[in-house]
């Protein structure tokens, strides 16, 4: 499939722009193809002496014009420019038919792994990628003109691509990455990417929630697609979970979108049923990790918004401690703020630049008698075991991470370390 490509950039003077996980794929690619072909590639902190027949050119040295295709990484901030594409564009502009694109402020990395799972028991040669950690130009030498390929896309994934899946799902849009898109109009529109090239033939699944210009045929999630009691629904369609590892109102709300793509693609309700009850959640994502003197410890660092520290303590219903706070990105937090003075919670417990500002937003609104605030993840945690003496003690940060820590994923397992080595256990 990969040899579709090669007009693409055949002849062309290619930049890549940004050499981590993606842009190292990206080279493979080109070097695969085009093995004589010189290749700009833009990372000041690159070393290049293992990459064959390149030039090396410096970010501030970079005149977007001087190329005919710039392949940019994700989360590189520029403005828009012709020439500016990325692998999500590309591989889109290719094999959209054969993707089943998932994006959403939270919830696409469960859905698109559960997606995925549900339907790689049947149809074999199907693929996860994406913002799950899998760059598309990865799979192109395994896939077929048959293949499924489940695409978790990211909003940094979304902000250059002129084309949409065949199966395009939003999940959610809530309020986040202001330090990139500066206006929460800007991350919207970026959302909406994923369903706004599609054509007649094919299929959206919206939040009803969401204003949205497509062409497709539109199910909404909430109405056409929801669940009632542990019942997933999708129209006519309904099936009854009584076996999941999955916690959480939030969760069935997944699981309904993973069941109605399951339906759409031919699968039976047993089939499905078999799928979500052996399907394992993914780690950091409200994932019990430690039980010990009647206290469960639940690492959530993925929660980055207001919505997710809410949804985690209204899902698991027991919890005594919460640590909250992160990276200050100027989201509003006058949400948790008030769930904060409602809930039942004992200790919240505020930490570095965000959880700061809702300490002192809090001063004046109920519930402030029950928050701490420390300096950083070791305070929270030492303070939080001397303070929770039964029920759930959760880390859920409704704040980005990469303040203090390389992402959400290494904050939660210095967290799990933490813990463990309160009380004498490896980490392992």
Request: aromatic share 10%; glycine share 6%; with cysteine.
């Amino acid at each position: 499939m990969k040899e579709l490509l090669l007009e693409e950039f055949k002849d062309k003077k290619v930049l890549i722009w940004g050499l981590g996980r993606e842009g190292n794929s990206t080279y493979r690619l080109l070097r695969s193809l085009l093995p004589d072909q010189l290749l700009y590639i833009c990372d000041n902190k690159a070393d290049l002496s293992s990459y064959d027949n390149t030039v090396k050119v410096l970010q501030e040295d970079l005149v977007f014009d001087d190329y005919d295709i710039i392949m940019k990484a994700p989360g590189i901030i520029c403005d828009r420019h012709d020439n500016i594409t990325g692998q999500t564009d590309i591989f889109l502009k290719h094999f959209k038919n054969n993707v089943i694109g998932i994006t959403g402020t939270k919830g696409k990395s469960t859905t698109s792994s559960l997606t995925y799972h549900i339907l790689h028991n049947y149809y074999p040669n199907s693929f996860l990628v994406g913002n799950i950690g899998v760059p598309c130009f990865e799979i192109l030498d395994k896939m077929n003109e048959d293949s499924i390929v489940v695409f978790e896309l990211g909003c940094h994934q979304l902000e250059f691509s002129k084309h949409s899946p065949h199966v395009a799902i939003i999940l959610n849009i809530y309020e986040e990455h202001l330090d990139h898109y500066h206006t929460f109009e800007n991350y919207y529109q970026t959302k909406l990417r994923a369903v706004r090239y599609q054509n007649e033939n094919d299929i959206a699944l919206i939040n009803k929630d969401i204003e949205y210009d497509t062409k497709a045929k539109v199910y909404l999630l909430g109405k056409d697609i929801r669940n009632e009691n542990n019942t997933l629904i999708f129209n006519d369609d309904r099936v009854i979970i009584e076996d999941t590892k999955l916690i959480g109102e939030h969760n069935y709300y997944n699981m309904a979108i993973c069941y109605a793509i399951g339906r759409l693609y031919g699968l039976s309700d047993d089939d499905i049923k078999k799928a979500i009850a052996s399907f394992k959640p993914l780690e950091h994502r409200l994932e019990p990790f430690l039980k010990v003197n009647g206290i469960t410890y639940v690492n959530d660092s993925i929660s980055t918004i207001n919505e997710t520290c809410i949804m985690a303590i209204k899902a698991l219903k027991d919890v005594d401690t919460v640590l909250i706070g992160g990276l200050d990105r100027h989201i509003d937090y006058h949400l948790l703020e008030d769930f904060i003075g409602d809930c039942d919670v004992k200790h919240i417990i505020l930490m570095y630049d965000s959880g700061r500002r809702i300490y002192d937003e809090m001063k004046d609104k109920k519930g402030f008698e029950r928050c701490y605030l420390v300096k950083d993840l070791q305070q929270a945690c030492d303070l939080a075991i001397s303070l929770c003496h039964s029920g759930i003690c959760l880390l859920s940060p409704a704040a980005a991470s990469y303040d203090h820590f390389k992402n959400f994923e290494e904050r939660g397992a210095i967290f799990k370390a933490m813990v463990k080595k309160h009380y004498g256990l490896s980490d392992n």
